[in-house]
């Protein structure tokens, strides 16, 4: 009879999404088989003399077993014990091979696969959950059924997302009216409603429809509401007009409701993403009828319904919390649009900071001037809340020796538009090095730890696919996570290889951009590092390295990093930050401008895919194959410090010097720690090391990160738990250390007292893995 488990012979893997049918031999079921009794056999003189000689025997083996134990734990020191020569078959089985890591590169010549991808994601847009991200599913599924996984699947949940009803009787839309509802203006959806079928729109916007005046309010920063209030402008019961970029399109809503707004319009300003000018068309920068479209949630936790575990068939659902999204309706304009509202706009002069590139002279408001001095804008939404499936499509490589450490690369396949740079360039770049990886497999190789792909959807609605995955499978990945490379934008600009990662890997990045050769034109002689390191500024902690930015909080990493703790890396090419310091992101960035042709501007020829294949090829290699897992500990000391200059002014204001300089001798003792146990590991002979050695060094090196989450949360973000490194409070784009000691406008001393209390026990946790320190040893003293 058929029925669902372990297949004798088959490795089963938690990962899989079906279970496979068992068959069961039933034998001798009907009979008892007579066997011989054990006292007949020990009966007489003869069982005496059998007795004695097994219990001669147990004696003889316990002396040998104890001295071969003493051999092994002696010498035994915090980091890891010292090897018995003696032992052949305890010694390091694999480790990091730079020949695998050139078989690998080598792999990746074929451009055509690149433009394969490319052309598949872009041929239709990809909004999650209505049909078009299933088609790339099964165009996936069916190549990577002939790769040699060790399973795929395709993970399934049900969960909340939000979609402009198309079926309204008034499309979402601003307008201006005369007082006798005459209409005069109305935004245009779309590149000239060439695409009446895509509608931008800011996913999770309440549905309303509101009347009233405008007040321009620069970025929607609190030190912007703060200067118009200086002012005496009153933004309470108008619509808020704001600029995209500085912070998260979210924070700008949730503080623009917080200052009384009745509805937001948000729109790109030239000045921002086409660097000043405005005839840009046919160009890399933003077109003028161009929107983009973001989702504007506080609170990303997966799923709304499911907040706080996984959206699977059948478990109860929740209503969202009001906090949780916005209470008023908001919409995204172009800058062609919002050129007219800002053109009749009243109020006053503004700060040269508040001065955009368009036409306008960027006044204040409240209200219109001139002719459209009695005129009112009319902001109004509907959006359709429903609940859809989504997919992730989860390919195993199984770990030789060490299955239930994980490796785990993943990129998102859906888009606000057609999505070519995001996620276009990301998907081919994450079939080809799943390609590679599989070739090597099939010539006999297997990575050390297991390596998972996996592609997400629902990332444009807040990383629901990655979050929904991550609750399901959260004590595996807590317990065993190395570390997850997200691949997203991939090839945004052609200027520069740019990073962002958790310090703990920094030398991981650096090597693999030292493993190749740039492709450009001039610099074909140089390695894709030594050309960041002269086109980017230094790092934060060192004089010679390039710059590595902090994680955007706003990505995939997210449930890996700040609710597990797991160390995280984006690997990408992009355009020249430092010439372009107002751009938020490359131009095109969720609109339909973002397609095949914008893609083939940047990377004409692949040669920036095919890099970065190669940089993560060695990325994943090191953190898959390395005997001891790369991760260096002490880069964790000058973050820290960075968190301590940050916090003290908090401190200092709120709270006495003893809090201040409690972290300060808490953060020092963690250094000293931190030295002395890379110290050990960099000056340690791999051919002295067991696996028992290295199994104890890595189990410390993945729960380093661990020591730093708290499962009640953060103050202010309860909704992350990593208390060393989160999203600010105010800026989902910008990750800050010690993010619960961060300035806000309300800061209660009490709590900000806890939160130092859990950061400093915190802290102490870390030093404790790393020295093995459960306190002072009284064992040699007097008591």
């Not at 790339?136 to 599924?141: C, H, N, P």
């Not at 005069?184 to 009446?196: L, V």
């Not at 409701?257 to 405005?278: F, R, S």
Request: hydrophobic share 35%; with cysteine.
């Amino acid at each position: 009879m058929p029925s669902r488990g372990y297949i004798a012979g088959k490795p089963v893997s938690r990962w899989e999404a079906d279970s496979d049918n068992i068959d069961i031999e039933y034998k001798n079921l009907d009979k008892p088989v007579q066997q011989p009794k054990l006292s007949q056999c020990l009966a007489g003189r003869k069982g005496l003399v059998i007795k004695i000689l097994l219990l001669l025997f147990m004696l003889f083996l316990g002396l040998i077993l104890g001295y071969v134990i003493q051999r092994n734990i002696h010498g035994t020191s915090n980091l890891a014990a010292s090897p018995s020569p003696h032992i052949k078959y305890l010694a390091v089985q694999q480790d990091y091979n730079p020949i695998i890591r050139d078989e690998l590169q080598a792999r990746v010549t074929h451009m055509s696969n690149f433009e394969d991808s490319l052309q598949l994601l872009t041929k239709d847009v990809r909004l999650s959950g209505v049909g078009g991200t299933n088609r790339i599913l099964i165009y996936v599924r069916d190549w990577w059924k002939n790769f040699n996984f060790d399973s795929l699947s395709i993970k399934n949940y049900s969960v909340q997302l939000v979609y402009p009803d198309y079926v309204a009787q008034d499309e979402n839309h601003v307008a201006v009216k005369t007082s006798n509802n005459t209409l005069i203006f109305e935004t245009w959806t779309n590149e000239s409603n060439i695409h009446p079928d895509i509608t931008p729109f800011s996913a999770f916007s309440a549905s309303g429809d509101v009347q009233g005046d405008i007040v321009y309010c620069n970025f929607g920063r609190r030190s912007d509401y703060k200067w118009l209030s200086d002012q005496g402008i009153t933004t309470e019961g108008a619509i808020h007009l704001i600029r995209y970029g500085k912070v998260h399109p979210s924070n700008k809503i949730r503080l623009a409701e917080e200052y009384g707004a009745k509805g937001v319009i948000l729109y790109p300003d030239p000045k921002d993403y086409c660097n000043g000018q405005t005839n840009v068309s046919g160009s890399w920068w933003l077109q003028g009828d161009q929107v983009p479209s973001e989702h504007v949630r506080y609170w990303l936790t997966g799923d709304p319904s499911t907040p706080d575990y996984p959206a699977l068939n059948g478990v109860p659902r929740v209503v969202p919390s009001g906090a949780s999204k916005p209470n008023i309706p908001v919409y995204p304009i172009s800058y062609n649009d919002a050129e007219t509202l800002l053109r009749y706009l009243s109020g006053m002069d503004t700060l040269p900071d508040w001065q955009g590139s368009l036409n306008v002279s960027y006044k204040t408001g409240p209200g219109f001037t001139s002719s459209w001095k009695d005129y009112k804008v009319e902001l109004n939404i509907s959006n359709s809340f429903s609940f859809r499936d989504i997919h992730n499509v989860i390919a195993v490589l199984r770990g030789k020796y060490e299955k239930d450490h994980y490796v785990i690369v993943g990129a998102h396949i859906d888009a606000w538009g057609y999505g070519a740079v995001d996620a276009g360039t990301s998907f081919a770049v994450i079939m080809d090095l799943a390609r590679t990886f599989s070739t090597q497999v099939g010539k006999g190789w297997k990575p050390r730890r297991t390596i998972i792909f996996a592609l997400w959807d629902a990332s444009k609605y807040g990383h629901i696919g990655a979050y929904e995955w991550v609750q399901e499978y959260e004590k595996q990945l807590s317990a065993g996570g190395v570390a997850y490379i997200n691949i997203d934008s991939a090839i945004r600009g052609n200027y520069s290889f740019y990073a962002e990662s958790n310090p703990l890997l920094y030398d991981v990045i650096y090597k693999a951009a030292m493993s190749i050769n740039s492709t450009e034109p001039g610099h074909t002689n140089q390695s894709v590092y030594e050309v960041w390191k002269q086109r980017t500024a230094r790092s934060s902690f060192s004089t010679t390295e390039p710059w590595i930015n902090y994680l955007s909080g706003d990505q995939d990493h997210s449930p890996f990093m700040y609710r597990l703790g797991m160390s995280s890396v984006l690997a990408a090419f992009t355009y020249n930050m430092q010439a372009y310091p107002n751009l938020p992101t490359y131009p095109a960035h969720n609109t339909l401008q973002d397609t095949m042709n914008y893609v083939l501007d940047i990377d004409p020829n692949y040669s920036l895919h095919s890099s970065l294949v190669q940089i993560l090829s060695d990325i994943v290699l090191q953190l898959a194959d390395s005997a001891i897992i790369p991760i260096n500990v002490t880069h964790y000391c000058h973050m820290m410090k960075q968190g301590l200059d940050s916090a003290k002014p908090v401190l200092e204001k709120y709270l006495s010097g003893n809090e201040t300089d409690l972290l300060q001798s808490t953060i020092s003792e963690f250094t000293q720690a931190a030295l002395e146990f890379q110290s050990q590991i960099d000056s340690r002979n791999m051919s002295d090391l067991t696996e028992f050695d290295v199994l104890q060094i890595n189990n410390k090196l993945i729960r380093i990160s661990r020591a730093f989450i708290y499962e009640g949360g953060l103050l202010h973000q309860g909704q992350y738990r990593n208390v060393l490194i989160a999203p600010h409070p105010e800026n989902l784009n910008e990750e800050v250390i010690f993010p619960g000691l961060s300035e806000t406008e309300v800061v209660e001393r009490t709590l900000l007292q806890r939160e130092l209390v859990i950061v400093v026990i915190a802290i102490k946790r870390a030093r404790d893995i790393l020295m093995d320190d459960f306190g002072p040893d009284i064992l040699d003293r007097d008591l």
